[in-house]
């Protein structure tokens, strides 16, 4: 009888150390897919913007601030991500830039938007809300001029749906000259202009690193969730859990005395 229950004992035991280890290595791998995607995420990211912000060297969008994170320097809830912000002549341009290849399904009102690309269905968060919530952050902290919300598609694309005018794709880039030097009733160069100098002196100031570490943090924490090594710790405590409790029952039949 006690020799059945060491067996069993010494098996549980090994599987336990094969279950812990691949475990282990299961959550390093993880680990190293996950930051493999982050990096292959932020290059064609990097790659995109690279690519916009050519097309704003072209057409007129040369006085700007690009990746800046806006707004409050406390709050993270009151700032706002702009992929580049543009000095106009009346108004200053909030530009988010996307790089989307598909079949773009396009809903103003919608909160997200569907991308077939590749035979299968991509979801992805409206752009144009996104941008507007920016302006208005941007207006809420930097009041007295005319914050205009951009979104830049780049990549291989087409949409259905009617194309709103303050989306813009690389064959129609060429209105963001016509958005920057458009002048529109009630616009006042002289407070656009003292507006736009405001921004950059507090993008400069020495809070503005600190700003954007923290809302990248949070950014990170809300949209990624978990990181792979805490699923690793997660499991490797309930194969601890299940080992100590078949070494306990091991202990009240008598196998260790």
């Known amino acids: ?8 004992t010494v098996s549980s035991v090994i599987l336990f150390i094969i279950a812990s280890l691949s475990t282990g290595c299961g959550g390093i791998l993880l680990l190293l897919s996950a930051k493999k995607t982050d990096r292959i995420q932020r290059m064609a ?9 050519e097309l704003l060297d072209k057409h ?4 700007r601030l690009e990746g800046i994170v806006i707004g409050s320097f406390d709050d993270t809830k009151k700032m706002a991500e702009v992929d580049a912000l543009i000095h106009g002549k009346g108004c200053i341009v909030s530009l988010e830039i996307k790089s989307w290849s598909g ?27 996104q941008a507007e919530r920016h302006a208005s952050i941007i207006n809420g902290f930097y009041p007295g001029t005319r914050i205009v919300p951009v979104v830049l598609i780049l990549g291989w694309n087409e949409f259905d749906g009617a194309i709103p005018e303050n989306l813009i794709t690389y064959k129609t880039a060429w209105k963001i000259n016509s958005i920057l030097n458009k002048i529109e009733e009630g616009d006042d160069i002289e407070k656009n202009n003292a507006v736009w100098d405001k921004i950059v002196t507090d993008e400069y100031d020495e809070r ?6 923290n809302y990248l943090k949070m950014i990170r924490k809300k949209y990624h969730g ?3 090594w805490i699923h690793a710790i997660i499991a490797s405590a309930c194969f601890i859990f299940i080992a100590l409790t078949t070494l306990y029952s091991a202990y009240e039949n008598g196998v260790f005395r």
């Open 45 to 53: 990211a990097s790659s995109g913007e690279a690519k916009a912000y």
């Open 226 to 228: 978990p990181r792979p």
């Open 60 to 63: 007129g969008g040369i006085d």
């Open 1 to 8: 009888m006690h020799i059945t229950i060491l067996n069993i």
């Open 103 to 129: 079949k773009i399904h396009v809903d103003s009102e919608a909160d997200t938007w569907d991308i077939d690309a590749k035979n299968s269905t991509v979801i992805r968060r409206n752009p144009l809300k």
């Open 208 to 213: 503005s690193e600190s700003r954007k570490a």
